[in-house]
């Protein structure tokens, strides 16, 4: 029985050990700038491809905005308990029963590397809500050239159509696909701007829950969020 509980020690011991330093050193991918969509001869298309990729990046910021890298670094062992300081000691006391000061040594290490992952996940999403808000400047910059230009053309073809110069079916055909455009660049930004809701209020939680400062982070959601709903506003569907 001894025997066996001495052997069951020196492996939680082991375990305890490699939770402790075996956290992920850097889990930052270098932010991958939106594809440009300047290859479109027909601006209409571009906007819309602006768009969709703008509704891509703000689901995937409801991802980053957990810090997921730390958690995943912090499962490991006695990794849990260091990313709140409630279960520093816990896991200090664990390490000690475990297996001495060779896993205490386990700990600091990992408490170091969890700190670095932390670092780095916020550096992932700061450079990700960078690349949201340029995105977002884009879209708000050219939307209203697009909106414009299509006002005008629909003008010009019903102008055409009284004159006999065109059939009215010819008209109807193009505000039909005025229609969808404009409807899938507001259900995009729709998308995108829940998305955004939803990460600033995981951002709050994961703060509060590891105690990160993601102060300016939430901010910054908000300013997107505002430019976000003056866009859309100006969206008409005809």
Same mark, same amino acid.
């Given at each position: ?6 052997? %069951? *020690? &020196?492996?939680?011991? $082991?375990?305890? /050990?490699? @939770? ?6 850097? +889990? ?34 409801v991802r980053r905005a957990t810090l997921r890298g ?24 664990? %390490? *000690? &029963?475990?297996?001495? $000061?060779?896993? /205490?040594? @386990? ?6 590397? +969890? ?12 450079q990700h809500l960078a690349g949201l808000h340029g ?52 259900? $995009? ?50």
């Amino acid at each position: 029985m001894f025997r066996n509980t001495r052997a %069951a *020690l &020196v492996c939680l011991s $082991a375990i305890l /050990v490699s @939770g402790c330093t075996n956290v992920p050193g850097s +889990v930052t991918r270098a932010y991958e700038a939106p594809l440009t969509f300047h290859n479109y001869q027909n601006p209409e298309l571009e906007l819309q491809a602006q768009a969709r990729a703008l509704k891509n990046m703000a689901n995937d910021l409801v991802r980053r905005a957990t810090l997921r890298g730390a958690a995943t670094g912090a499962v490991l062992g006695c990794g849990a308990a260091l990313v709140t300081a409630s279960g520093l000691k816990t896991c200090a006391t664990g %390490a *000690l &029963v475990a297996g001495g $000061a060779g896993s /205490v040594v @386990g700990y600091h290490q990992g408490k170091k590397q +969890v700190a670095y992952t932390v670092s780095a996940q916020m550096q992932d999403l700061d450079q990700h809500l960078a690349g949201l808000h340029g995105q977002t400047g884009r879209i708000a910059g050219d939307l209203p050239a697009v909106l414009a230009a299509q006002d005008a053309e629909l003008a010009r073809l019903k102008s055409d159509a009284r004159a006999g110069r065109i059939p009215q079916a010819t008209v109807a055909a193009r505000i039909d696909e005025i229609r969808k455009a404009r409807a899938d660049i507001a259900l $995009a930004l729709d998308h995108a701007t829940a998305d955004i809701i939803t990460a600033r209020a995981t951002m709050a939680e994961t703060s509060s829950r590891q105690s990160v400062d993601l102060l300016d982070q939430i901010t910054l959601t908000r300013q997107l969020e505002t430019d976000l709903y003056k866009a859309r506003s100006a969206i008409s569907l005809i």
